[in-house]
């Protein structure tokens, strides 16, 4: 595990979106899996600025993501396939039969069959990109998870509901459970960054990092990694 400590957002994303570009000039047909949440937006920016300068082709790159809400559909303004369109996808040029996404609407035990032959497909994945819950959760491994899993569908806790309510006008209209990718399926992945700024995260790297390898705390998976990069600002880092 390596853990890169920088000093605020704008130095983790600059961090963040260096390493992935590297990635795709070294192989631009990587196959590399996005996290939604506030977290990535700044190492989104970068991309998009690096691919605007022509820094980058992202032209064969295939994407990956790694959950989605149940009951929103691709159009809903909180979707997660929404976001990363709006966040990245639409303003760089990614060829969009390139994108993946689990789905959260239909029959969802088939759509979880369907996200595990793609990632099978594409097994493994070269590189994955994490944001972490203030619960410890990754992707949306809640904690009490069970680290063997593939795609499936989740219970969203409380904690979660609550701090996603603030993307939606009213908390009762945030979705109560999501498809998502499970820890095995996140592991395989070649190599994983994970990404952590302010102090609302500063217990969970704690814990992910210097705590026991335990379902309590989801991210503490990726102490068995060997390809995992912490990329993380004072704050996240305060309790270290
Ligand atoms: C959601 C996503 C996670 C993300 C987390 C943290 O729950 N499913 O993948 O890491 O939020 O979000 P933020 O970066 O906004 O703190």
């Not at 395989?188 to 190599?191: F, L, M, S, V």
């Given at each position: 595990m390596?853990?890169?400590?920088?000093?605020?957002?704008?130095?983790?994303?600059?961090?963040?979106?260096?390493?992935?570009?590297?990635?795709?000039?070294?192989?631009?047909?990587?196959?590399?899996?996005?996290?939604?949440?506030?977290?990535?937006?700044?190492?989104?920016?970068?991309?998009?600025?690096?691919?605007?300068?022509?820094?980058?082709?992202?032209?064969?790159?295939?994407?990956?993501?790694?959950?989605?809400?149940?009951?929103?559909?691709?159009?809903?303004?909180?979707?997660?396939?929404?976001?990363?369109?709006?966040?990245?996808?639409?303003?760089?040029?990614?060829?969009?039969?390139?994108?993946?996404?689990?789905?959260?609407?239909?029959?969802?035990?088939?759509?979880?069959?369907?996200?595990?032959?793609?990632?099978?497909?594409?097994?493994?994945?070269?590189?994955?990109?994490l944001g972490i819950g203030t619960n410890g959760h990754i992707a949306?491994n809640e904690p009490?998870c069970?680290f063997?899993?593939?795609?499936?569908?989740?219970?969203?806790?409380?904690?979660?509901?609550?701090?996603?309510?603030?993307?939606?006008?009213?908390?009762?209209?945030?979705?109560?459970?999501?498809?998502?990718?499970?820890i095995?399926?996140i592991l395989?992945?070649?190599?994983i960054?994970l990404l952590a700024?302010?102090?609302?995260k500063?217990q969970a790297i704690y814990d992910a990092i210097k705590g026991?390898y335990t379902t309590k705390c989801p991210a503490s998976a990726l102490q068995v990694h060997?390809?995992v990069?912490f990329?993380i600002?004072?704050?996240a880092?305060?309790?270290?």
């Open positions: 390596q853990i890169i400590k920088v000093k605020n957002y704008q130095e983790m994303s600059d961090k963040a979106a260096k390493l992935l570009i590297e990635q795709v000039s070294l192989k631009p047909t990587s196959t590399v899996c996005f996290a939604t949440g506030s977290t990535p937006i700044g190492m989104y920016k970068n991309l998009i600025l690096a691919s605007n300068n022509n820094q980058v082709d992202f032209s064969k790159m295939l994407t990956f993501n790694l959950d989605e809400y149940i009951g929103l559909a691709p159009e809903h303004s909180q979707s997660y396939q929404n976001f990363m369109h709006k966040q990245l996808f639409d303003q760089i040029n990614v060829n969009s039969q390139n994108i993946h996404f689990p789905s959260g609407v239909g029959d969802i035990t088939q759509n979880i069959e369907n996200y595990n032959q793609v990632l099978e497909n594409y097994s493994p994945l070269d590189f994955t990109i949306f009490g069970d063997e899993s593939q795609t499936q569908l989740i219970d969203l806790t409380n904690e979660t509901i609550q701090s996603n309510a603030r993307f939606f006008d009213d908390i009762n209209d945030v979705p109560k459970q999501a498809i998502s990718m499970g095995k399926s395989n992945a070649k190599q960054i700024s302010g102090k609302a500063a026991p060997g390809n990069t990329i600002d004072e704050e880092a305060s309790l270290l």
